[in-house]
């Protein structure tokens, strides 16, 4: 092979992320990889998804990791598109997502010379990656990209970062011939299953939190049925709502922001807490106020891929480093109790009565009870329907009152990054559209990202978007009420006509002021052939349920 016939840099970058099984690429194009955008133009079998903001690039391809399994995978430019992507590369780093950036380069030959848009990859995005670095040398990228896919994708996942300088993707390299990476997950032992056993036979009061990322509908129902055989009670983490069917009799709610005192108290109670796949931070634990640092009141097995998160926060009694996938297995195989002690039964029972009577809507002031609205979508959608969410005041009532019931049911940021929810709801239905995708905005969140209406309508991801406009960024007013009464300030927001802007995009848009108006809005919504909003009015008083 003559080396005019070899592929260049951007084709072999292409063919790798083909042989790591990737199948949609979310970019705002720059012309620092115009050879990979070349290469793509010839690769059918990865659609490319063009955005209207990096931020909103980098979100949608971290929540396509969510809704997929696989990495999610994002070109950038460098200097300003490099820097606007960092929004969705600390949702990956919080949420534990693999996701892969690509920061076009400078020219090698101009590197530290403050070039145009030059930036330092590593020092840009180091603290946040699991690994950024410069691509220094052509004949090396298959080595890069197999061990960005394997570092993403291993242990605790997270995102990697790698810059690609300008020059290098106009080289000719070898065909490659590299399989896809390989994936490095650890496994519990048998003498800390027989560990977490003793344990639960000798607890009165246990509770297992259920959080993280690398889960699946397999092994979310492997961890059903052990709660089942061990009449454990079961909390989800901060925005991991559907890790758990929100309607199994053994569900006891989440712990995340708003949490029901209730469940605040029996996390606080038991004897001991099984934490899965979570870090147990800050907002589940209530500020380490529920889970003591560094040595729990509760006897503490602590379940993570990553071998350095049990013992960095909490002491655990028993610390088992493994994906919660290959947890799920093994502790599938664990026996059930013989029978259940009266205190035990009564515990599973405390948790179950927690749980309903917190998701009965409140009443609130005002024509729109939002609690009922959450609630009517809750049985109006199929249970395999996407909720996406960004932050604000606005989640405590998604949170609440929605059941999340099927898998996959929930993206939302742990990071609580506003302008999150759009994004994700278009990258949630380019993946599977059967699925109904439904986002909740509040108006201050939607208008961070409001911009990728666009990318809906031009893909034809024909998402639902709920935006609750209470023209303020009420979770930061509710803070400022709190720290600083009769001061307020700062937080009053003056609003664009939300349905004229949608339609301006080319999406359908209905605004209700009544609880009684939404239904109809909602069925109008789903039988549109494009992307509708739904301009919910809320007044300004209103900040929690």
């Known amino acids: 092979m003559t080396a005019d016939n070899r592929p260049d840099g951007g084709q072999a970058i292409v063919e790798l992320l083909r042989r ?246 029996m996390i606080q109670e038991a004897d001991l807490l099984i934490a899965v796949g979570t870090r147990l931070g800050d907002i589940t634990t209530r500020h380490y106020e529920l889970v003591e640092a560094p040595q729990a009141r509760q006897r503490l097995v602590h379940v993570h891929p990553d071998p350095q998160e049990p013992g960095r926060v909490y002491l655990p009694d028993l610390a088992l480093c493994a994906s919660v996938t290959n947890f799920a297995e093994a502790a599938a195989g664990l026996p059930a109790p013989s029978n259940l002690s009266g205190e035990r039964q009564q515990w599973l029972a405390r948790a179950r009565e927690t749980r309903q009577a917190w998701q009965q809507p409140t009443e609130l002031p005002g024509p729109l009870q939002l609690g009922e609205i959450v609630a009517w979508l809750g049985r109006r959608l199929p249970a395999d329907a996407v909720i996406s969410n960004g932050a604000g005041n606005y989640t405590l009532w998604v949170h609440r009152f929605y059941p999340y019931r099927g898998w996959g049911s929930q993206l939302a940021p742990t990071s609580g990054s506003m302008g999150y929810g759009l994004p994700a709801a278009i990258a949630a239905k380019l993946a599977q559209p059967a699925r109904p995708a439904v986002c909740f905005a509040g108006d201050g969140c939607f208008q961070m990202t409001c911009q990728e209406l666009a990318t809906a309508v031009q893909y034809g991801a024909n998402v639902i978007v709920v935006v609750v406009n209470n023209g303020s960024y009420g979770s930061i007013r509710m803070h400022q009420d709190k720290h600083y009464p009769g001061r307020r300030y700062g937080t009053d927001l003056v609003n664009p006509d939300m349905v004229a802007l949608a339609r301006a995009y080319g999406a359908g848009a209905a605004r209700v002021e009544r609880t009684e108006q939404f239904a109809e809005a909602f069925e109008q919504a789903l039988a549109a052939d494009r992307p509708f909003l739904i301009e919910v009015l809320i007044d300004p008083a209103i900040l929690r349920p």
């Open 20 to 265: 790591n099984g990737v199948d949609r690429v979310f970019t705002v194009p720059g012309e620092s990889f115009l050879p990979v955008l070349d290469a793509l133009h010839d690769a059918p079998d990865i659609a490319l998804v063009v955005c209207r903001q990096e931020g909103g690039a980098s979100m949608m391809a971290e929540a396509y990791a969510k809704t997929t399994g696989r990495p999610g995978v994002c070109f950038v430019t460098r200097g300003p598109g490099s820097a606007n992507a960092l929004a969705g590369l600390h949702v990956a780093a919080q949420d534990s997502t693999p996701l892969l950036v690509f920061v076009g380069q400078v020219p090698r030959a101009m590197r530290e010379r403050e070039a145009w848009q030059e930036v330092d990859v590593g020092a840009l995005f180091g603290s946040l990656a699991k690994w950024a670095t410069d691509i220094q040398d052509a004949t090396r990228l298959p080595e890069y990209l197999s061990r960005a896919f394997t570092t993403a994708r291993s242990g605790r996942q997270g995102p990697v970062v790698l810059g690609l300088p300008e020059d290098l993707l106009y080289e000719r390299v070898e065909p490659v011939e590299l399989g896809p990476a390989a994936i490095n997950q650890g496994y519990p032992a048998p003498a800390a299953l027989e560990r977490l056993r003793q344990l639960l036979a000798e607890a009165r009061r246990p509770l297992a939190i259920f959080g993280g990322s690398g889960w699946s509908s397999e092994c979310r129902q492997q961890l059903q049925a052990f709660a089942e055989a061990q009449g454990l009670p079961v909390a989800t983490s901060f925005r991991r709502q559907d890790r758990f069917d929100n309607g199994h009799p053994n569900y006891a709610g989440d712990a995340g922001l708003g949490m029901n005192p209730a469940l605040a108290a």
